[in-house]
């Protein structure tokens, strides 16, 4: 194996060396051929997909075993997309208008459904693509007799692969596993949720030739250049290793962090919180001891099912949080779905501009119903926690006041019912230039801004973030951004309220500095983030 230097997109930040283990797999070929009996062949289908389902609630429960609800969900979602009317019902026409064998209409089925998926603009939904594909493969799979890919029994080795299915992740002994790379995927791949939650080194979108790959050949994968370098030479494999030994030590003193206030040399403190996107995730905010939830993303309750989430099973989340969480502060955001996060149960229309359109607080005014729901799940959960619940894509004060409606005619129910309820700290967010524009009067209406970094330099800068063409234009740290950022802490302690920011620029250690002299009152970041940014606040003067 010739010596090799190929750089990849980093998932997670962090260096391994070790061997390689090439998983090249072989498709199964599949030809279209015509059938006689074709209530015979949608027959096989059925029972195959009856398999597919019950090896998926094998591997739901090793996940579940291994590697926690989290990880294991993804599983749950799989079961669903074998139960979805629409997935099926393309097998089953083509079968019976077309003649066509199962294996064949399988296939077409799941590239066409994955091609959908892989074109919409939400990150998290283009990642599901693969899952549309890893069922599909399943269930050809079944129909061909073919067996699942064992890697159990591997020995520690850098996976090397074309992509990774979350199957063939579950079925892998997680201490033997130094590092991913895959040629495709993304950072919203099951492969990249679990390097992140295992803390080891993962690249995607890697351009390496697989068939000249040989198992065994030492690499390392440096997760802060995004390099695969194979064949290393011992200058490389010191300077590896000495990064590898900087990291443990760097985690070490980390770790003494814990428990101490965040605050800078002079006494500024600083609330340091914790983003998170499911009720597992509380785990790691807990472990990396974030002072509270300044973001979780409720839409997740709503996204990969064929219905809306009940009052109920909204409830048992909030409670769930809350409960695990103690006195420390827990932010929910509302739902925040739109054109390009689709739920066909909500009847959303495909949009030529889903970013300006018929999204978050849009859909919840126009569709009070789902709303109330949502908010009487809230205000009952609130009596197990400090909660405080966020609006967001806020643009006009009439929004706060239709808001405030809505919560006092749930207020007024509960109360009627006899229900025990509380009612929240109420923010909004900031992510919107008009928003920011009436953030002085806004500031009088509610008791927190939470400034969402993402949205807001993408709408002030008039440039979609997605759109890697634009790339050489999108600057995070733009002066108008910036200063929008400055009025908006302004004007809420103007008014006696407190201003985090929950975006991206939050866990920017390049402008932690910036916000601290800006009087920024809480940044809420990933939960690996926690730590280093408390180190650097705590650090500053």
């Known amino acids: 194996m010739a010596k090799m230097n190929v750089c990849g997109k980093t998932v997670y930040k962090a260096v391994a060396r070790g061997p390689i283990l090439v998983l090249d797999k072989q498709e199964v070929q599949i030809t279209d051929a015509t059938v006689a009996d074709v209530e015979a062949e949608v027959a096989r289908v059925v029972a195959a997909v009856d398999k597919a389902k019950a090896q998926i609630a094998t591997l739901y429960e090793k996940a579940l075993e291994e590697v926690g609800e989290e990880s294991a969900a993804i599983f ?32 077409m089925t ?48 850098i996976i090397v692969a074309e992509d990774l299915s979350p199957s063939e992740t579950v079925q892998m002994d997680k201490s033997k596993i130094l590092a991913f ?13 679990l390097a992140r939650m295992m803390n080891i080194p993962a690249l995607v979108m890697t351009p390496v030739e697989l068939n000249q790959l040989q198992n065994g050949t030492e690499a390392i994968v440096d997760g802060f250049t ?14 590896a ?26 006494g500024q403190q600083v609330k340091l919180y914790a983003n998170i996107g499911s009720v597992e995730d509380v785990e790691y905010v807990l472990e990396n001891d974030a002072e509270g939830i300044g973001l979780f993303r409720s839409e997740f309750l709503y996204l990969g099912r064929c219905d809306l989430p009940t ?33 066909d149960y909500l009847n959303l229309d495909k949009e030529e501009n889903p970013a300006l359109g018929y999204r978050a607080i849009r859909i919840c005014l126009t569709q009070p119903e789902v709303f109330k729901t949502q908010i009487r799940a809230l205000l009952r959960a609130a009596v197990y926690g400090k909660l405080a619940v966020m609006y967001p894509m806020i643009i006009s004060p009439c929004e706060v006041e239709q808001i405030k409606e809505v919560v006092a005619e749930v207020e007024a129910e509960l109360k009627a019912e006899g229900v025990a309820y509380a009612i929240p700290e109420q ?56 200063r929008m950022i400055q009025m908006v802490v302004d004007n809420a302690h103007k008014h006696g309220i407190w201003a985090g920011i929950c975006g991206e620029l939050g866990a920017d250690m390049e402008l932690t500095d910036t916000f601290l002299k800006m009087g920024v009152d809480e940044l809420s970041v990933a939960p690996g983030a926690v730590l280093p940014i408390r180190k650097l606040i705590r650090d500053a003067e």
Do not use: W
Not at 76 to 105: K, P
Not at 242 to 266: C, D, F, Q, Y
């Open 427 to 482: 923010g909004i967010m900031i992510e919107t230039p008009a928003s920011v524009m009436m953030s002085d009067e806004l500031a009088q209406m509610v008791e927190f801004f939470s400034i969402g970094t993402n949205d807001l330099t993408q709408y002030t800068l008039a440039i979609d973030r997605q759109n890697e063409k634009l790339a050489p234009f999108y600057d995070a740290h733009h002066p108008a951004v910036l």
């Open 110 to 157: 799941g590239n066409t459904f994955s091609q959908i998926f892989a074109t919409m603009d939400d990150d998290y939904m283009r990642a599901r693509a693969a899952d549309i594909l890893d069922i599909s493969s399943r269930v050809i799979r079944v129909l061909t007799n073919q067996e699942d890919v064992n890697l159990s029994d591997c020995d520690p080795s």
């Open 241 to 266: 290793d000495e990064k590898i030994n900087a990291e443990l030590e760097k985690r070490r003193m980390l770790e003494a962090l814990k428990g101490l206030p965040t605050e800078t040399k002079s």
């Open 181 to 193: 790379v895959t040629v495709q995927g993304s950072t919203n791949s099951h492969t990249a949720i």
């Open 76 to 107: 749950e979602v799989h079961q669903m997309m074998l139960e979805d009317d629409e997935y099926l019902d393309s097998i089953y026409g083509m079968i019976r208008d077309e003649g066509m064998n199962a294996e064949f209409a399988v296939q």
């Open 311 to 343: 009052e109920e099973e909204q409830y048992n989340a909030y409670k769930k949080v809350l409960t695990a969480m103690g006195d420390r502060r827990v932010i929910i955001r509302t739902l925040d779905i739109g054109a390009d996060k689709q739920a």
């Open 226 to 239: 995004g390099e695969f370098l194979l064949e290393p030479s011992e200058d490389e494999i010191a300077k």
